[in-house]
Nanobody, 124 residues
Framework: QVQLVESGGGLVQAGGSLRLSCAASGRTFSSYAMGWFRQAPGKAREFVATIGWNGGSTAYADSVKGRYAISRDNAKNTVSLQMNSLQPEGTAVYYC?????????????????WGQGTQVTVSS
């Protein structure tokens, strides 16, 4: 059974930082892209960041570019999201996702496996 388990969410003041982690089990994702999405209250889930199978390619939503950084450790089957300069609009449930392609995975349709999500709340 494939599982993706996120951790690291919490409450932070605007301008602060958080680091999210996602541990995968039941399948190795070393040949596939991994990604992060988020869903704010009353809104649709949206793309945040993706990283290619070997970490060589990354892509970000314009709203987080320059503040968030995605990374992966294929030996540990984990992916992380470092979030800096957090703003209240970053408040959302953040989801880790395991892809069905090697890189360039920006759409939900590019992902086959999803975690349960971790709540990030940014206070103003």
């Amino acid at each position: 059974q494939v599982q993706l388990v996120e951790s690291g969410g919490g409450l932070v003041q605007a301008g602060g930082s958080l680091r999210l982690s996602c541990a995968a089990s039941g399948r190795t994702f070393s040949s596939y892209a991994m990604g992060w999405f988020r869903q704010a209250p009353g809104k649709a889930r949206e793309f945040v960041a993706t990283i290619g199978w070997n970490g060589g390619s990354t892509a970000y939503a314009d709203s987080v570019k320059g503040r968030y950084a995605i990374s992966r450790d294929n030996a540990k089957n984990t992916v992380s999201l470092q979030m800096n300069s957090l703003q209240p609009e970053g408040t959302a449930v953040y989801y880790c996702a395991g892809g069905r392609r090697a890189y360039g995975a920006r759409g939900e349709y590019d992902y086959f496996y999803w975690g349960q999500g971790t709540q990030v709340t940014v206070s103003s």
